[in-house]
Every structure is written in structure tokens, then in C-alpha cells.
């Protein structure tokens, strides 16, 4: 199954600054996803990240605060902005592969992000 | 909107008991998969089900699919400390969303 690297593993944020996080797969992915996990909680999906157009987001998530980025088929961005302490989380990056078949997820070991 | 319910939400138990975990919807899915999370870590994927009233077995593990494939369960037979974590079930909503539930965390204590 594909290798999902993320960076920044961790990190501290003021109120209102914005950060990036990267995403990159060992190999070509059709279908990455954003993920949001709140401590102790279960994952929500953010948004689909398209290659060549933009992000599909759910419901609750727009590409202002959260702007995505798939230039190619192994990378991907997601941009937290204008942070707040809310937006402290763990933010998962994921790609969709076929295995025994269905669709798996694998995922990245994720960013935890602390809002002061 | 598909919604995923697992119980329990926490299970404290010793080594060497057994356990199950249940994971509920009223929305059809056509596949579910359970995953394992560990601190630090993304979850990783320990099975996927795909046909009504399928069970798989991976060592110690058992997991069963709903015959109308809305619900599924876990089966540890003989917990073990590493069996520790987050335990979480997805259903596959069309092709390729997965729809995660609300989650189980284990502790499995010596």
C-alpha cells in the first residue's frame, strides 16, 4: 500500500496566522483526503482534493478557511487560516487505494496543530 | 447524512478477556472497514467486509458484516496489552467516501 508523509508532524500557532501542511505519497493516487480529528474524537472529512481542480469540501468546511492544493498525484496541501484556538487539531491526509477488491484509506501519521 | 455509531465509546479491560465492539447505522453501506489507531499515528486499516453476513478473521479478531450490511462488529478474543487503541469503523458511501464512526478506544491493561 502507498506511503503517506506529512509535514509538520506537530507545531504551535498563534490566533490568526495560517499555516500549511504537506502531503506526499510514495506513489500515484487517484483520490486524496483531508481529514480532521479533535482530541479523542473520531475523523471528520474535510474535503476531497482534486488534481487539476479544486477541493470538494463537506458539509461545515470552505475553501476560504481551509485552502487545498493538488498540483499533481502524489502531493497535496491544506492551508489552516486565520487560526483560532478551535482549529487546534490533529489534521490527517489520506489516499484512496484498491485492495482485495474495495477501497482502503491509508493514511499519513497526521499533524497536530495547537492554537494559542 | 450517514451516521456511524460505535459502542462502547470506552472499554477498560485485563489482559487475557474477550470483547466486542458494535458498530451501528441505519444507512447501507457498500463496504465497512475497521481501523486501528494508535497515539501519534494515522489509523490503519485491519479489514474490510464487503458482503452481507461475511465474518473475517485475523488472528485473534473476528469482524462480521450485517446481513443487510448496516451494522458490523469486532470480536478480540484474549486481549492483549498491544490491542490498546482507537477503534474505528467506516462505511464506504458510493465508491469512494468512507463515512468514520464515532469510535472505541481500548485499554487493555496487563
Known amino acids: 500500500s502507498a506511503v503517506i508523509s506529512q509535514k509538520p508532524s506537530r507545531d504551535i500557532c498563534q490566533r490568526g496566522t495560517s499555516l500549511t501542511i504537506q502531503c506526499q505519497v510514495d506513489?500515484?493516487?487517484?483520490?486524496m483526503f483531508w481529514y480532521r480529528q479533535q482530541p479523542g474524537q473520531s475523523l471528520t472529512l474535510i474535503a476531497t482534493?482534486?488534481?487539476?481542480?479544486?477541493?470538494?469540501?463537506e458539509s461545515g468546511f470552505v475553501i476560504d478557511k481551509f485552502p487545498i492544493s493538488r498540483p499533481n498525484l502524489t502531493f497535496s496541501t491544506l492551508t489552516v487560516s486565520n487560526m483560532s484556538p478551535e482549529d487546534s487539531s490533529i489534521y490527517l491526509c489520506?489516499?484512496?487505494?484498491?485492495?482485495?477488491?474495495?477501497?482502503?484509506?491509508?493514511f499519513g501519521a497526521g499533524s497536530r496543530l495547537t492554537v494559542l | 447524512t450517514q451516521l456511524l455509531e460505535q459502542s462502547p465509546q470506552f472499554l477498560s479491560i485485563q489482559e487475557g478477556e474477550n470483547l466486542t465492539v458494535y458498530c451501528n447505522s441505519s444507512?447501507?453501506?457498500?463496504?465497512l472497514q475497521w481501523y486501528r489507531q494508535e497515539p501519534g499515528e494515522g489509523p490503519v486499516l485491519l479489514v474490510t467486509?464487503?458482503?452481507?453476513?461475511e465474518v473475517k478473521k485475523l488472528k485473534r479478531l473476528t469482524f462480521q458484516f450485517g446481513d443487510a450490511r448496516k451494522d458490523s462488529s469486532l470480536h478480540i478474543t484474549a486481549a492483549q496489552p498491544g490491542d490498546t487503541g482507537l477503534y474505528l469503523c467506516?462505511?464506504?458511501?458510493?465508491?469512494?467516501?468512507?463515512?468514520f464512526g464515532t469510535g472505541t478506544r481500548l485499554l487493555v491493561s496487563p
Open positions: 489520506s489516499a484512496l487505494t484498491a485492495r482485495s477488491g474495495a477501497n482502503v484509506l491509508t
Open positions: 506513489s500515484q493516487v487517484t483520490m
Open positions: 482534493a482534486n488534481q487539476g481542480s479544486e477541493a470538494t469540501y
Open positions: 444507512s447501507v453501506f457498500s463496504s
Open positions: 467486509v464487503v458482503t452481507g453476513g
Open positions: 467506516a462505511g464506504a458511501v458510493g465508491f469512494q467516501k468512507l463515512v
